[in-house]
């Protein structure tokens, strides 16, 4: 199950004192999951014992946000099985390396977005993935195309 | 170099600072992990060194009333033609996995019943791709990737979206049925014959247990379309080959279909093709009799214990064979030429140990579809299959 602000919310003091900098506590749960606050910011959630439980869940939650990279990629190798279905299905490879990723074989350019390495998806250079930068797109194609669902984008 | 690990023969695999790139986990399992425990060169259980085990091969062989050489399906295509030559010289019967595997689709395939076509054929130019029995997550993993679903080819360069149509036939819903999404169909079968009989009625206009009108109107508007089929069609078919052999013909008037058998050993079409070009059967051989008969198939042999013999090479029976066969297999003499300390090769009574085809040995190997690929090996071992092979012929 993908993490929702919601669920971040439920766990978060709902006091909207606003010692985080932001207004409400569900624009922080909001923030907190695009990565642009720490949980570190919520101050009562630290200094009160009345929440400890809460503080507990909630950083067993956020776990996952740790190992994703900037583009809320999520790989759990111990399920991919190496096909590169989602390397050759990846638009950006096959714009780039036509001759390589485009027509099913490894890829040949540099620097790649995924490989597979050992049998396993390694990322290589999230650069490249359209959902880097500024003008980013939410494009889900390489999760759309695993058969094991190894890989999954925070934003589910 | 080339990956041995399955029937795809991928050819992009580079070794990259110890690091195997772009093989999927079978492949890089089957280039480093797999490898140990290494088999010795054993007689009797006592170890002797290569031509003292190989000299009691031959002696074994020639005092054989009735021998049997079964495996090969991983090594390449010259021990193949050696271990044929044996086969010949000794009368004796000869075998491969593909009496239970897919042997009666290439067999069909080489004696031109159906159509077939290559797989690069399939990514330039395939439009409806119908897996059929067949579960390639598992036994080939990059087949979708790298042949045919994935790959923008030649005159299909608009993705798979758009330019494939992907249909699964299958029992369950398998990992790759769970990829048919747009564009796509997975039908869950229980009787295969019924689907058959379905595709044809849907040729009529009639509508049938099955619901594949759709299928039938995607096929009519390409002009080159692809089946893949396993061993869940082979024993679903129950033996009515002709039946789906007619089917695949009677479809081909309407809209080019194009069959490819899908997930064996590296090189069992290799072994069929070999056989063929011999003899012109592809496997369960006998050369006393020449000719071939499911009679003739390993399994059988040693349930009605017709041999005492075996010279295996490459495989491991009495692992992967029904309980029945393996525990008549202790009882015949066995000579088995494994790099691997396998369970057989622990049970023989001559073991000669040897190099992994494709990783320590070259040579030539058959991909699924029929192209020959020359293996290009990494390390080079002294003695292979062919070198072990080759001795055994000489000293017969």
């Known amino acids: 199950m993908p993490l929702t602000p919601m669920d971040i919310y439920k766990l978060l003091p709902k006091t909207n004192c606003k010692k985080c900098g932001e207004q409400t506590c569900m624009s922080f749960a909001f923030k907190l999951l695009n990565r642009e606050k720490k949980l570190e910011d919520c101050k009562p959630l630290f200094e009160e014992k009345k929440y400890e439980v809460q503080l507990k869940k909630l950083q067993e939650i956020l776990k996952p946000l740790e190992k994703a990279t900037e583009t809320g990629l999520i790989v759990r190798s111990e399920l991919c099985n190496g096909c590169g279905n989602c390397i050759v299905a990846c638009p950006v490879h096959v714009e780039r390396d036509p001759q390589g990723a485009g027509i099913g074989k490894g890829p040949r350019i540099k620097d790649p977005i995924y490989r597979i390495e050992n049998g396993k998806l390694v990322i290589v250079n999230m650069h490249l993935c359209r959902r880097y930068g500024k003008n980013r797109i939410l494009c889900v194609v390489c999760r759309e195309n695993c058969p094991t669902d190894a890989i999954s984008f925070l934003e589910g | 170099m080339i990956c041995t690990g399955c029937s795809c023969l991928c050819e992009d695999i580079e070794i990259l600072d110890s690091k195997v790139l772009n093989a999927c986990e079978k492949g ?87 159509p077939s076509a290559t797989l690069d054929e399939v990514r330039d130019y395939a439009y409806v791709l119908i897996y059929w029995g067949t579960n390639p997550y598992h036994s080939l993993p990059r087949h979708l990737s790298k042949f045919s679903y994935y790959p923008r080819g030649a005159k299909r360069n608009r993705g798979y979206d758009e330019d494939r149509y992907l249909v699964v036939i299958d029992v369950r819903r398998s990992e790759i049925a769970k990829l048919a999404k747009k564009n796509a169909k997975f039908i869950k079968v229980e009787n295969d014959l019924e689907l058959i009989e379905s595709f044809e009625k849907a040729l009529e206009g009639k509508a049938w247990k099955y619901d594949v009108a759709e299928i039938v109107r995607e096929m009519k508007k390409a002009d080159f379309n692809a089946l893949f089929g396993g061993l869940g069609l082979k024993y679903g078919l129950n033996g009515n080959y002709k039946r789906f052999f007619d089917f695949v013909n009677g479809m081909n008037n309407f809209a080019p279909l194009y069959f490819i058998p899908s997930g064996f050993h590296a090189n069992m079409r290799g072994f069929n093709e070999t056989l063929f070009e011999e003899v012109g059967e592809v496997n369960k051989f006998s050369f006393r009799e020449r000719r071939s008969d499911s009679q003739f198939s390993f399994s059988e042999l040693v349930k009605n214990e017709k041999v005492d013999t075996a010279l295996i090479v490459g495989t491991d029976p009495i692992a992967s064979l029904p309980f029945d066969v393996s525990k008549k297999l202790l009882k015949v003499r066995k000579i088995v030429i494994d790099p691997k300390d396998t369970l057989t090769a622990k049970n023989a009574e001559v073991t000669i140990a040897s190099a992994f085809s494709g990783i320590e040995s070259g040579g030539e190997m058959i991909r699924s579809d029929g192209v020959r690929i020359k293996l290009e090996p990494i390390e080079k071992a002294e003695i292979d299959d062919v070198y072990i092979l080759k001795r055994i012929l000489e000293g017969l």
Do not use: W
């Open chain 2, 28 to 114: 890089y399992k089957h280039i480093s992990g797999f490898r140990e425990p290494r088999t010795r060169n054993r007689v009797y259980g006592k170890e002797v060194d290569v031509d003292k085990a190989i000299e009691s091969a031959i002696e074994i062989l020639k005092s054989a009333k009735s021998a049997v050489i079964y495996g090969l399906d991983t090594t390449t295509l010259e021990a193949q033609r050696i271990a044929v030559k044996i086969a010949e010289k000794l009368q004796s019967y000869i075998d491969d996995n593909s009496s239970f595997c897919l042997g009666e689709f290439v067999e069909a395939i080489l004696k031109k019943r159906i």
